[in-house]
């Protein structure tokens, strides 16, 4: 006598193979990842957080010159992702004028080791599913694919001389700068990524090799860090920098600028971010050599809406005029809190 026994198969737990860092593009390139419209434009700043002691580089500390506040867009390509300024360094000088770009010069680079989709996995012979979720890396070509794996434990700029941190230092002070790898792995490592989709923001901490190069003078070829009168107290030997690479989506604060003239800055110092323009006939000029004051956006709105039927105008705070559809001033009533138009 034969006896048969059927059983049911019961529904397995998931298995999930993707591994950590997994970054998904959107973040970093809008949803529609074959179009640069709807790119999220990014803050980007270098912050020197750890020098060795007897460095010789009096230009390392936080808030130089050397370590501005720049707007990018990221640009993804099959081997890495890229860092490029949206706005002209010199107004007018590449004639795209003052709009946002996507063809900027390029201040950051990291490489992309893995473009991927997050999927369950299938038998590629009946093509039935499974409960194991894989990185994907067939199916789809990589520019579709959703998710990427980058490397951002090393820049591949060094030479941005106009934004970058430490270009300009190993401009003048006679040193060699090398990318470094970092992996910090560890959760409570300090080091360690910060990746916050939510609030639009990650950060990235890289290293620097830093060594002297050679100066000739008539009497042979000698360390630069020779010449900078710290000598012997001074590191005359290669070092490590750490510095963190900060990014933040751009969202409007309603924030307004203020450009510090000569009578300003007589009367309140300050520090300021120059802007120039450039006129093709002409150059650089002086009329379009603006100055505008590095502060603090304290205030909840820096404009005030004045509706005038189906239109809507908008007035600085600091000013008791304004200027209708037809561009007509007119002067505004301030009664405690609330603005009219008189």
């Not at 950590?20 to 390139?29: E, L």
């Not at 450039?278 to 603090?296: M, S």
């Not at 505004?332 to 009219?340: E, I, T």
């Amino acid at each position: 006598m034969a006896y048969a026994s059927v059983g049911c198969g019961a529904e397995r737990d998931p298995i999930n193979r993707v591994q950590p860092d997994a970054q998904q593009k959107s973040f970093f390139v809008g949803q529609n990842l074959s179009d640069a419209s709807d790119d999220p434009e990014f803050y980007m700043r270098n912050t020197v957080i750890d020098v060795p002691y007897g460095s010789t580089q009096d230009g390392l500390f936080t808030a130089t010159y050397a370590q501005p506040v720049n707007r990018i867009k990221w640009e993804i390509t099959e081997g890495e992702i890229i860092g490029r300024l949206t706005y002209e360094h010199i107004e007018d000088a590449d004639r795209h004028g003052s709009k946002t770009t996507n063809n900027g010069q390029v201040v950051a680079a990291f490489a992309i080791t893995s473009h991927f989709d997050k999927r369950a996995d299938y038998n590629p012979g009946t093509g039935e599913q499974t409960n194991v979720e894989v990185e994907n890396t067939t199916d789809r070509p990589w520019y579709e694919r959703e998710y990427m794996r980058v490397d951002w434990s090393k820049n591949i700029i060094t030479t941005a001389y106009t934004v970058d941190t430490l270009s300009m230092l190993g401009l003048y002070g006679g040193v060699q700068w090398e990318s470094l790898s970092l992996q910090a792995n560890d959760p409570s490592d300090p080091n360690r990524m910060v990746f916050s989709p939510g609030e639009g923001y990650f950060d990235v901490t890289t290293k620097v090799f830093a060594k002297p190069t050679l100066v000739d003078t008539p009497w042979g070829q000698f360390p630069s860090c020779y010449f900078y009168g710290v000598f012997p107290a001074g590191n005359c030997n290669p070092s490590e920098a750490t510095l963190r690479l900060s990014f933040k989506k751009v969202v409007d604060t309603d924030f307004e600028a203020s450009e510090w003239d000569g009578n300003r800055m007589e009367a309140f110092g300050v520090f300021y971010q120059e802007r120039q323009g450039y006129e093709r006939n002409y150059g650089i000029t002086d009329t379009r050599w603006h100055r505008y004051a590095d502060k603090y956006n304290i205030w909840e709105r820096s404009h005030i809406s004045q509706g005038t039927g189906d239109s809507e105008v908008f007035a600085h705070c600091g000013s008791d005029v304004w200027r209708d559809s037809a561009g007509t001033a007119k002067k505004f009533k301030f009664n405690g809190d609330s603005v009219v138009r008189d």
